[in-house]
T-cell receptor, first 117, second 112 residues
Framework: GAVVSQHPSRVICKSGTSVKIECRSL??????MFWYRQFPKQSLMLMAT?????????EQGVEKDKFLINHASLTLSTLTVTSAHPEDSSFYIC?????????????FGSGTRLTVV | QKEVEQDPGPLSVPEGAIVSLNCTYS??????FMWYRQYSRKGPELLMY????GNKEDGRFTAQVDKSSKYISLFIRDSQPSDSATYLC????????????FGQGTILTVHP
């Protein structure tokens, strides 16, 4: 089945620094990837849709200048949290829609737990 | 009112029990319905993906969708301790490509 690889799995950074999270589709091409955020004991909330070769589409209330998304190839999308603050601490998860979505739906990465201290 | 409502539980059952998980929704535009399993600090894993009203079975899992009542269910037969996880329902409309709306998730524990 389709695999989405996400790195790092866990990162701790100092307040004010930037952190980059990578999401790769390993055995398929993903023209579109999605970035979610999940706070403790809460559900996943879509942050943005990443489109290969074009600008990302952000959900209402998500700061595009803070959460920079780059989708430079068909297999790689990156999320950079700029000038991170403690309130940005969360679980970030990417997903991609496979070509056979009717059977396989959306495949998620393993997530990145960001802690800003 | 949230678009998708899911009882967070927690739900604790003995091994071998039948588990019933449910979600209700308010947006009639939702066309695609999914159930995901999420282990602690991991990404969600797709269990079931359905489009229309009715039942879909895959091994020990059965998904039911009732669009008229805006109600979906996931049944787990012969539950195992390894089924202990958080179960998330998710929905997608036919027009908002890729935008999944998730329920809060139900924490399930299956004890031996």
């Amino acid at each position: 089945g389709a695999v989405v690889s996400q790195h790092p799995s866990r990162v701790i950074c100092k307040s004010g620094t930037s952190v980059k999270i990578e999401c790769r589709s390993l055995d398929f091409q993903a023209t579109t990837m999605f970035w979610y955020r999940q706070f403790p004991k809460q559900s996943l909330m879509l942050m943005a849709t990443s489109n290969e070769g074009s600008k990302a589409t952000y959900e209402q209330g998500v700061e595009k200048d803070k959460f920079l998304i780059n989708h430079a190839s068909l297999t790689l999308s990156t999320l950079t949290v700029t000038s991170a603050h403690p309130e940005d601490s969360s679980f970030y998860i990417c997903s991609a829609r496979t070509a056979t979505a009717a059977l396989y739906g959306y495949t998620f990465g393993s997530g990145t737990r960001l802690t800003v201290v | 009112q949230k678009e998708v409502e899911q009882d967070p539980g927690p739900l604790s059952v003995p091994e071998g029990a039948i588990v019933s998980l449910n979600c209700t929704y308010s947006n009639s535009a939702f066309q695609y319905f999914m159930w995901y399993r999420q282990y602690s600090r991991k990404g969600p894993e797709l269990l079931m993906y359905t489009y229309s009203s009715g039942n879909k079975e895959d091994g020990r899992f059965t998904a039911q969708v009732d669009k008229s009542s805006k109600y979906i269910s996931l049944f787990i037969r012969d539950s195992q301790p390894s089924d202990s996880a958080t179960y998330l329902c998710a929905m997608e409309s036919g027009t908002s490509y890729g935008k999944l709306t998730f329920g809060q998730g139900t924490i399930l524990t299956v004890h031996p």
